[in-house]
């Protein structure tokens, strides 16, 4: 399986080389770009931040909080936003920082990826649109955002969906080496922690980030017109800063912020998550996909699920899957109450 990964990786390099990509359009473009299936991009001001989001259901339905990760953006969700709606969910889909249409509010506020200033940011937000709870799902950088906003304020988080499980970023094991295969999956990690890497992702940022898809959803036969939708959120002004950040943070080649370091101290303990939980393992987690490396962590009300053939952008590749996900993490939540 890693062999083949491996192999579909330089595949992937290779043809990258000789392929051109559509330049993202300009920054004041993004909202035209984006409306799309999600409707008007709404905005708020939330902590540091005034956040655009994407929100659809009824005013009054349970609230279904939606993260996406890197480099992917709100339209990962475009097609399970009509599965949910159906059902009667008020779903609510934001920009992460650096992403689309939210802007930090400051321009002396540091440009900070670290992973407790994301989850911070949820918190901010479910603030602002006086959301009490909600179920959260996420992948990627939006996973490891509801896991840690589930970890530290379970409160809030009525269930959890979970792409790839329990993703909470501990700096002191980030120091130990992986074998060799394994090292080669983070490729890009090591490239932005050089300023050539940083350099070199300002200048190809859309061709960079259509290689990114093409490795990590090997079978997903995405046509330019999805990922240019989602290409126009890269044209944030803070987009670079917050990803070269965020993976130098993780190799703690940059510090994070004082203010987030009593939340980071308790990120260090590997807290368990006890709200009702389903994780989903895809082929892009390779033998990991069957979840048992990260159950135990899930002591609450739990279901797995494993997708073959499925990459790692889940909820655009199988919205059935996610959208099904949810449901059934909302409704473990129920059975939790009974």
């Known amino acids: 399986m890693l062999a083949k990964f491996i192999t579909t990786i330089f595949t992937a390099i290779f043809l990258m080389l000789f392929t051109t990509v559509a330049s993202g359009q300009e920054q004041s473009g993004i909202k035209n770009q984006i409306n799309g299936n999600l409707g008007a991009i709404k ?12 929100e659809a259901g009824p005013a009054k339905g349970q609230v279904v909080l939606l993260l996406h990760g890197w480099p992917y953006d709100i339209h990962s969700f475009d097609a399970v936003v009509p599965i949910l709606t ?46 009490k709870n909600a179920v959260v799902g996420g992948f990627d950088w939006g996973a490891r955002t509801a896991v840690i906003m589930a970890a530290l304020w379970p409160d809030r988080v009525k269930a959890l969906v979970s792409v790839s499980g329990y993703l909470i ?13 394994a090292e080669l999956g ?26 990114i898809w093409k490795i990590a959803s090997p079978k997903w036969n995405f046509d330019d017109a999805t990922y ?53 393992g895809s082929d892009f987690d390779g033998a990991n996909a069957d979840g048992k490396a990260y159950q135990n962590k899930f002591t609450g009300k739990h279901s797995h ?26 409704g473990l939540s129920a059975l939790v109450k009974n």
Do not use: C
């Open 186 to 211: 983070w490729w890009y990690q090591y490239y932005f922690a050089t300023e050539r890497g940083k350099m070199g992702y300002s200048q190809n940022t859309n061709e960079f980030n259509k290689l």
């Open 43 to 54: 905005q708020i001001n939330a902590g540091l931040l005034n956040v655009g989001y994407a």
């Open 169 to 181: 970023v501990n700096l002191e094991g980030n120091q130990k080496p992986l074998p060799p295969q």
């Open 305 to 330: 699920k494993v997708l073959n053939g499925i990459g790692h952008n889940v909820p655009q590749e199988d919205p059935e899957a996610f959208a099904k996900a949810i449901i059934e993490a909302d």
């Open 228 to 280: 240019n939708a989602t290409a126009a959120s890269f044209n944030n002004p803070d987009h670079v800063a917050i990803v070269i950040h965020n993976y130098r943070w993780r190799l703690s080649l940059e510090k994070g912020e004082d203010k987030y370091a009593e939340l980071e101290k308790r990120l260090n303990t590997r807290p368990d998550i006890t709200v009702p939980t389903v994780t989903i």
């Open 86 to 131: 159906a059902k009667g969910y008020r779903v609510i889909i934001p920009y992460l920082r650096g992403y689309g249409t939210t802007r930090f509010l400051s321009d002396k506020t540091f440009r900070n990826g670290q992973q407790s200033a994301f989850a911070d940011d949820m918190i901010a937000f479910m603030d602002a649109l006086k959301i």
